[in-house]
């Protein structure tokens, strides 16, 4: 197709340049038309802005990573008569355009979508569900907790007490997490920084233990029953991994 552009006008490689020119420009104005009519229009009307609020930059990004250009543009250009004017450059445009958008953002989009965390709003309503339901049944705990060491007439183990708190508390903060996505960015969330490390540190006992029984320090029946607990924390921590 390069062959058949030769002309005084412009070579292959200069119609080649200016096609990956047009392609970045229909990529940039892309974005730039769907954040302008995302959020523009709530800036310009508290009403508007009131009935339905700005969703999170990563879904006009994902919306505007997935504006592929198919038939119709193909079907447009070779609507051109066959005397029209540059006729072969604009059919060279189209398709580059085209195979470039379907190639370069196609394939990629799975993975934007997943790099930035959007989900469905159905997945969503669901989280919340979860977060809230979560919350609640931690609050509930909490009470339950509080009742408790009022009744007690020994003074509590302090330790445990806080540890039992902190725990319902990291339960709580991972289902919010989860909707909010922070564990995407670049900061790390409290929750996920005592996730990863205490998993490391769970691993880090575990081996202990087995080098314990390899020495003969420690036999299997004792073995399984520690390791047991280590798997079963092990298990929570995962069941909140918020890991894209």
Request: charged share 25%; aromatic share 10%; proline share 5%.
């Amino acid at each position: 197709m390069l062959q058949s552009l030769r002309s005084d006008a412009y070579s292959p490689a200069e119609a080649l340049a200016w096609s990956l020119v047009i392609l970045a420009v229909v990529i940039l104005v892309r974005f730039a038309w769907v954040y302008a009519g995302t959020y523009l229009p709530r800036q310009l009307s508290r009403r508007i802005r009131e009935r339905d609020p700005a969703p999170p930059w990563t879904y006009p990004a994902v919306l505007s990573w997935a504006g592929m250009r198919g038939v119709v543009s193909l079907a447009a250009a070779f609507a051109l008569a066959t005397d029209f004017p540059q006729r072969d450059l604009i059919l060279f445009i189209t398709f580059v355009v085209v195979f470039g958008t379907l190639v370069l953002q196609g394939l990629t989009l799975p993975w934007v979508i997943r790099r930035l965390g959007v989900v469905g709003r159905e997945d969503y309503t669901d989280r919340l569900a979860e977060a809230n339901a979560q919350y609640r049944a931690v609050r509930a705990g909490l009470e339950r907790l509080d009742q408790l060491l009022a009744e007690e007439t020994t003074p509590p183990h302090e330790d445990i007490v806080d540890k039992l708190r902190t725990n319902a508390q990291h339960r709580s903060n991972g289902a919010w997490e989860r909707i909010s996505g922070s564990t995407t960015n670049a900061d790390e969330s409290p929750t996920a920084f005592y996730r990863r490390l205490r998993t490391e540190m769970i691993r880090a006992e575990r081996d202990e233990f087995v080098r314990l029984r390899d020495s003969g320090e420690l036999d299997d029946e004792v073995l399984r029953a520690v390791v047991r607990d280590l798997d079963l924390e092990e298990a929570q921590l995962a069941r909140f991994d918020t890991s894209p």
